[in-house]
């Protein structure tokens, strides 16, 4: 049996992060596979299609500017229905989006972080 070791750093630039972190994740080879899947189900079911589709990336740092904790919290929660097609429709077409499209966006990056992801052997 194999293990992938994913290692990435953060705060290097000593300037948008006061501290340096350094981070890994060990994962199986058999249960690779699976979190490749449960991650893209995850974009899915939080922003109704891959966020990271494109030039996006999932990062911390990305999805949790407080700008996003601005817009989420500027209009009521939407119902997770609604806020994936609104956060849908503001990633395919950003030019367009309104204020709902940017609340739903923001309230979809949070709800996408808080979610738990568990694996079965």
């Not at 740092?61 to 996003?68: A, C, D, G, I, P």
């Not at 989420?72 to 367009?96: I, K, N, T």
Request: proline share 4%.
């Amino acid at each position: 049996m194999a293990n992938f070791l994913f290692i990435d750093e953060s705060g290097q630039d000593h300037r948008d992060s006061p501290y340096e972190v350094l981070a890994g994740v060990s994962v199986k080879d058999q249960d690779l596979w699976n979190l490749i899947l449960a991650i893209q189900e995850s974009e899915l079911r939080h922003f109704g299609r891959r966020y990271s589709e494109g030039p996006r990336e999932l990062k911390g740092k990305e999805l949790l500017k407080r700008k996003t904790y601005r817009l989420a919290s500027q209009l009521p929660p939407f119902v997770p229905e609604e806020r994936h097609a609104l956060a849908r429709d503001c990633l395919d077409d950003g030019a367009r989006a309104g204020r709902r499209h940017l609340t739903a966006l923001g309230q979809a990056k949070i709800a996408s972080l808080k979610a738990r992801l568990f694996f079965r052997r």
